[in-house]
């Protein structure tokens, strides 16, 4: 990930509404929740939602499928791990955090043996 692409990502997220949307997004997982569902569930008037979701659709967070007479959204999980792991990459050393795909769980995992030592102690 580019840290243009990361720029993005961040400020889309750095707003209360947003990142309360995704992280309810993200809980969904590849299922997604229609955009009534996350309107109730959030407490937002549908307009102010979609501003929101239309914001982050733009910064790539955001997926949207239509299923009936309903959009369907989804964070972008391929998006978040490139970020993470640009995150992980950036901040410390592979020798104190790292990414792997886990087949078997089928998501990636962060390997934190040592953060302390990447972070220091407080």
Known sequence: ???????????????????KTFRLLVKQGTKGVAAGVLSEKLGIPHNTLSFHLSHMSNAGLVLSRREGRSIIYTADLAL??????????????????????????GCTLIELPELSACCGEK
């Open 1 to 19: 990930m580019e840290i243009q692409d990361a720029l993005i990502a961040f400020d889309a997220l750095s707003q209360e509404t947003r990142l």
């Open 80 to 105: 978040v791990q490139d970020l993470i792991r640009f995150m992980v990459e950036d901040c410390c050393n592979e020798e104190f955090a790292n990414m792997k795909d886990s087949k078997k769980q």
